[in-house]
């Protein structure tokens, strides 16, 4: 499957933005997704991840009550939804999908596909 992130830009601190990402191929529906994140500097850390039938999903701590992952198997589609964006959530957004029989790991060792990111800036 490839993978094609969206939806990325500058927003001030306390707005919102819609993160998508695209997939090909007709097997979409049987991959477990995640995002992440890599902010200038550091490393990659884990978002969230959703299993592929949607009923499993979860949160890093940081972004708990602000961030909704969310798809949609008939579009082939994985959403972030980002709401109350800090200054410290800037980053290139990541992502990723594998075909586990266990969804929801946060290492990105896990996941086999990825895409090429998109750049959210929060301006404070």
């Known amino acids: 499957v490839q993978l094609q992130a969206s939806g990325g830009g500058l927003v001030q601190a306390g707005g919102s933005l819609r993160l998508s990402c695209a997939a090909s191929g007709r097997t979409f529906s049987s991959y477990n997704m995640a995002w992440f994140r890599q902010a200038p500097g550091k490393e990659r850390e884990f978002v969230a991840p959703?299993?592929?039938?949607?009923?499993?999903?979860y949160y890093a701590d940081f972004v708990k009550g602000r961030f909704t992952i969310s798809r949609d198997n008939a579009k082939n589609t994985v959403y972030l939804q980002m709401n109350s964006l800090k200054p410290e959530d800037t980053a290139v957004y990541y992502c990723a999908g594998n075909r586990a029989v266990v969804a929801g790991s946060r290492s990105d060792r896990d996941y086999d596909y990825w895409g090429q990111g998109t750049l959210v800036t929060v301006s404070s």
């Open positions: 959703i299993s592929w039938s949607g009923t499993i999903t």
